[in-house]
């Protein structure tokens, strides 16, 4: 063979633009993730008070990230805001909203489950303490409920950068999109390129998600000790 | 004349159509200490949590220090920094030092000086000899050394009335003592008025001025401390004094 | 919104309703017999098996469905392995379902409790026999609010098959939209299509767990 495909990866700037592909993911991940557990701890809380119309908004807004194939959530922030809210933001930021507001509502309901799995006299000693409503959240029932969340949270995570293989579909240049560009430009001289292209992708996406699944696992396994 | 802390009056507490307690009257004075006694299910935690607004009761009043007490969160939020309570549960905050389990309350509702409060938490800590264990987690003490922080980090609030709640009931039989040894001091050297659920009849007799006796939600008696425990009034009082072992 | 676009496109979408319903059955069953195998596999921790076994699962579990699909679909052809795109995105759903279910069920597996099986060794039960009659019954019933998010999550990720060009739900809106730009209304009719068929499978896998979970534990 005259030229190894392996060889693709490294021609030109080919190399550098899959890891700025992939930067693109990563960091639409970390904003999306950041914005929707702020969103999705305001929502979880609201879900532990007693009103019942609230809860079943809330559980409204759940199940229809719950339906809606992220693919789908996708399609409708890039075509309906455009056209139907006229705000005309870069794919990058619809991609974000999509995302964020998906995390919230996959988040809310971690939140609660946790906040729910806080003994009931936790909460009662607290009460007998004096503390009111919102100093018995913010020092007694959160703390708590953000350790028992944290493996659920990261496995949320995981799935959060998975998803961002989905951004080429709407266009973003993201470290998929560059590949098959690379692929395509070189097929002439790197026919088997675009085993090697994937295959790299496929490893990047191993790399990041198996540290953080193997550690959600040992959180896990710690607490039910 | 003694002054009264805490009444109780006509108090009527129902789980759907079952009542679980009747028509409740007492007051403690200053300095008093009252058990409450009786078998189990005979409505005596259920009493002591209602003096803590921790359950809603239908009808009956109650006072502190001769005023009303109002039925609303507001309300017993305030109360609740004047009457300590300590539970069965080991109810320390599982995320806080010992320290930080202690400063919470007295710093962010009492809005008290920090560094003052831990002057006397370290102080109080002394007395049940844990001063080393400040800055411990819970996950870290053992069942006897939790409940002592617990009525430490109550007394930090300093409540003029203290109730607890079948605090020993959960330990092993090794721990008991001591914490009874700081319940008993605090009444002998602080003359902290108290109300008391135990299952413990030495301790009770040891301690209480006064017993309430309940059975099925009554008040079945009301006698002096000395006297309910040599020569009890009721013949269900008998029975159960005679059914527990000293 | 205009009923007439969404009237004039029904055919076409009943027809990708089918084939995400088909196509997800098809990878739903495979994903659960490879699940099965490989959950039991690591419980009895098989030499050798159950480290491959253990690897898949960490491979399939870390990596997205669209790369995976990607590899079946462009880079075996390289290799010389041709396939159809339907084939592809049924290899790609089971590859990737099998590694879920494996862990959902080694979670209901490990989740049996040590004196059942300690119960039925004192019985003089075998290993095959303890899998058999004690770890697969009660195990399984443990994992079935595992095996139903499973099963909801495999039929959502088939939306991923539209970047094969297959004509399932989520690829039949795409083309429409490409053809004729009516974005809002294909949208609707897309979100509509999945909650037909996932709200009640929603409700009637929720019906069963908890009957699955009364009928072995009676609570």
Redesign the interface.
């Known amino acids: 063979m005259a030229h190894s495909g392996i060889n693709v990866l490294f021609e030109g700037t080919n190399f550098a633009r899959l890891m700025g592909g992939l930067w693109t993911a990563i960091w639409i991940a970390g904003i999306s993730l950041v914005l929707g557990l702020v969103l999705g701890t305001i929502l979880g809380m609201l879900r532990t008070l007693k009103s019942k119309i609230i809860r079943f908004i809330l559980v409204l807004y759940l199940e229809f990230f719950r339906i809606v194939p992220t693919v789908v959530l996708l399609f409708l922030a890039y075509y309906i805001l455009p056209r139907q809210f006229n705000i005309n933001w870069p794919a990058t930021w619809m991609a974000v909203l999509a995302f964020t507001l998906w995390v919230s509502a996959e988040f809310s309901d971690i939140v609660r489950g946790a906040l729910e799995s806080v003994p009931e006299h936790q909460r009662e000693s607290g009460l007998a303490l004096g503390l009111s409503q919102w100093q018995l959240f913010r020092y007694v029932l959160l703390p708590q409920a953000v350790r028992l969340e944290l493996p659920a949270t990261i496995n949320l995570a995981t799935r959060v950068i998975k998803t961002t293989s989905l951004l080429l579909m709407i266009s973003i240049m993201d470290v998929i999109n560059v590949g098959q560009q690379i692929i395509e430009a070189n097929n002439q001289t790197y026919p088997t390129g675009v085993f090697w292209v994937y295959g790299l992708i496929f490893i990047l996406y191993f790399i990041i998600d198996y540290p953080l699944s193997k550690w959600a696992k040992h959180l896990t396994a710690k607490q039910q000790y | 004349m003694a002054e009264e802390i805490l009444k109780v009056e006509h108090l009527n507490k129902f789980y759907g159509d079952w009542q679980a307690l009747h028509d409740i009257n007492f007051s403690i004075n200053k300095g008093e200490v009252v058990t409450l006694l009786g078998p189990s299910g005979s409505g005596k935690s259920t009493l002591i949590r209602t003096l803590n607004g921790l359950e809603p009761f239908r009808d009956g009043k109650l006072y502190f220090h001769g005023k009303e007490i109002e039925q609303d969160q507001k309300n017993w939020q305030e109360l609740r920094q004047k009457i300590g309570m300590v539970f069965q549960s080991y109810d320390l905050f599982p995320n806080l030092t010992v320290m930080d389990n202690i400063l919470l309350a007295p710093v962010k509702v009492q809005g008290r000086d920090k560094e003052e409060v831990k002057k006397e938490a370290l102080e109080l800590l002394d007395r049940v000899e844990l001063r080393n264990h400040a800055d411990s987690y819970p996950r870290e003490l053992s069942g006897g050394q939790k409940q002592r922080i617990a009525i430490v980090r109550a007394l930090a609030m300093h409540p003029e009335l203290m109730l607890f709640d079948e605090v020993t009931a959960s330990l092993d039989p090794e721990m008991v003592r001591g914490v009874l040894q700081i319940i008993k001091e605090l009444s002998d050297r602080d003359h902290m008025t108290m109300i008391i659920v135990t299952h413990e009849m030495n301790f009770a007799a040891k301690i209480a001025d006064r017993v309430l006796f309940l059975e099925g939600g009554k008040i079945l008696e009301e006698t002096p401390g000395k006297q309910f425990f040599e020569k009890p009034q009721t013949s269900r009082a008998a029975e159960f004094l005679n059914s527990m072992e000293f | 919104m205009s009923w007439t676009v969404i009237q004039q496109s029904l055919p076409n979408f009943v027809a990708g309703f089918r084939l995400t319903l088909w196509l997800s059955l098809i990878g739903i069953i495979g994903a659960i017999i490879v699940g099965i195998i490989a959950s039991l596999v690591q419980y009895f921790k098989v030499p050798v098996l159950s480290r491959i076994f253990d690897i898949y699962v960490?491979?399939a579990?870390?990596?997205?469905?669209?790369?995976?699909l990607?590899?079946l679909y462009?880079?075996f052809p390289?290799?010389g392995w041709k396939m159809p795109a339907e084939t592809c995105g049924i290899i790609g759903l089971i590859f990737l379902g099998g590694a879920y279910m494996a862990e959902g069920f080694t979670g209901g597996f490990n989740g049996v409790s040590k004196t059942q099986l300690d119960g039925g060794r004192a019985l003089g039960m075998s290993n095959l026999q303890l899998a058999r009659y004690v770890v697969f019954p009660q195990g399984f019933a443990l994992s079935m609010p595992a095996l139903a998010a499973n099963i909801?999550f495999l039929i959502?990720?088939t939306?991923?098959f539209?970047?094969i060009a297959i004509p399932e739900l989520?690829n039949t809106?795409?083309d429409l939209?490409g053809m004729y730009y009516q974005?809002?209304e294909y949208?609707f009719v897309?979100?509509i299509a999945?909650?037909i068929i996932?709200?009640p499978l929603?409700l009637i896998l929720n019906w069963l767990e908890r009957r699955v979970r009364y009928g072995t534990f009676g609570d």
């Open positions: 960490e491979v579990r870390n990596t997205p469905l669209l790369i995976q990607f590899f462009y880079a390289v290799i909801i959502k990720e939306s991923i539209s970047v989520t809106a795409l939209i974005s809002n949208l897309l979100v999945y909650a996932l709200i929603i």
